[in-house]
């Protein structure tokens, strides 16, 4: 059985795959109000009261999705650790501090379970695309992004404590996993921060430059107090791949000012929320191509915290 935990509007998406897949699953939330919005959206009802009040009825649980707040993904998830699941598919960031990454790797490791976090972006149909053509061009000679965030917006959102001070592990990482998993793994980085914000003090601007262990160049840059947007650029020898917005590929070719937009089958990322029904696919059969390993996303964290002045 498939158990999805949680029932916001993340939960929301993950059960409109498992019907698009015809995958029977049992849903639990906390409030009564999200469990009947929840009902409203997709036509199941959620049991309600969490999974600890879950657990002691039924036990036959092959496969938990958690898509529960930030502040409760470690909580989740190590209930369920305790209580024999072995298969997990975490939402971003798993845990909100790099500590609670690295107890929650600890605990998979001692149980003998597989942990993965929900990067939906890495099956977007433009990043397969853009992989395809890169491995075709011979490879990444470099790449850049960007990771600016819009800090007015940011600022009115109601958070639990704690989520905004680590908001790069909460919402940034979603550019910088892409930007890794496209361009390569930094073997070596330089990383520089400035100024702070009242909900996020450890800095606002960032900046740094490195290489990849396949020897690809990277630099990267954001200013959280000045406009702009998450994009990623890729090189290789013969093209550059420009994700801006990240689920639209653009393409422009080696001798030419032309950027053009790549004809690319999108039916499932318009059919579901981008990315997320081919990493359900992927996570269900246990095809680990493409899916983000808690094991890797912890050494990725490690990254990111130094990104952020997070240490």
Request: glycine fraction near 8%; proline fraction near 3%.
């Amino acid at each position: 059985m498939i158990l999805l935990v949680g029932a916001g509007p993340m939960a929301v998406q993950y059960a409109k795959v498992l019907q698009g897949m015809e995958k029977p699953f049992v849903v639990v939330g906390r409030s009564q109000q999200s469990a009947g919005d929840f009902n409203a959206s997709v036509g199941v009802q959620p049991l309600v009261g969490g999974v600890e009040a879950f657990f002691p009825s039924i036990h036959s649980i092959t496969h938990a999705i958690v898509a529960v707040s930030v502040e409760q993904l470690e909580h989740t998830s190590t209930y369920l650790l305790e209580n024999g699941v072995k298969h997990l598919l975490v939402e971003k960031p798993g845990g909100m501090t790099l500590e609670a990454i690295e107890r929650l790797q600890a605990l998979a490791q001692a149980q003998g379970a597989s942990i993965y976090i929900a990067y939906n972006r890495r099956f977007l149909a433009s990043v397969i695309k853009a992989r395809e053509l890169i491995e075709e061009d011979g490879g990444v000679t470099s790449f850049n992004f960007e990771i600016t965030e819009w800090s007015d917006t940011i600022q009115k959102i109601p958070k639990a404590e704690g989520v905004k001070e680590n908001w790069f592990f909460a919402n940034t990482s979603h550019v910088t996993d892409l930007a890794f998993y496209l361009g390569g793994k930094p073997r070596e980085i330089a990383t520089f921060t400035a100024g702070g914000l009242s909900w996020h003090r450890r800095a606002a601007r960032f900046a740094g430059a490195g290489e990849t262990e396949e020897g690809a160049l990277f630099s990267y840059s954001g200013d959280w107090e000045a406009p702009g947007r998450w994009a990623i650029e890729v090189l290789t020898l013969k093209r550059r791949f420009i994700f801006k917005p990240l689920e639209t590929l653009q393409v422009q070719l080696i001798n030419s000012v032309a950027v053009e937009t790549l004809d690319i089958d999108v039916t499932l990322d318009a059919d579901y929320k981008p990315g997320l029904y081919l990493q359900v696919k992927h996570f269900l059969v246990s095809d680990k191509s493409g899916l983000c390993s808690l094991e890797d996303h912890l050494e990725n964290s490690k990254l990111y915290a130094r990104i952020a002045a997070y240490v």
